[in-house]
């Protein structure tokens, strides 16, 4: 599928899913089964979603960088992921965090992850066709 297809599915499946106010708490109807799903995600003031510097360190300790090996979340060619995004209910926790390439983290190859787990992860769900 190329790029340009898998924006346009991911823009129509977002745009056909009904808009809820708020993500449901972990063990409500609707809520998905996942032990890294947490619900709404923190906000601040301006209504970014909080992340934690600490919880970046403390999932490099456990997972090093896979290019150097050492446990620094700064790493050359790999970004740290959250599985289920922040925006989808996802925990901003190490147990919800992986390395990915950069290539995949930021769009410029040929997958898209973010895009595709805003669609994979939107709450309801609703069918996607390939």
């Known amino acids: 599928m190329k790029r340009r297809d898998l924006g346009a599915l991911v823009f129509a499946v977002l745009s056909a899913a009904p808009a809820l106010a708020q993500l449901p708490a972990p063990g409500m109807p609707g809520a998905p089964n996942d032990p890294r799903y947490c619900g709404e995600p ?23 960088c896979p290019a150097t090996l050492e446990p620094v979340a700064s790493c050359p060619g790999w970004a740290i ?50």
Request: with cysteine; charged share 25%.
């Open 81 to 130: 992921d959250h599985v289920i995004p922040l925006a989808a209910g996802g925990c901003d926790a190490p147990t919800n965090l992986q390395w990915l390439p950069d290539g995949i983290k930021s769009c410029a190859g040929a997958a898209c992850k973010d895009r595709w787990e805003r669609v994979y992860h939107a709450l309801p769900r609703v069918p996607v066709k390939p």
């Open 42 to 64: 923190a906000r601040d003031a301006a209504g970014r979603i909080k992340r934690s510097r600490a919880v970046l360190r403390q999932f490099a300790q456990v997972f090093p």
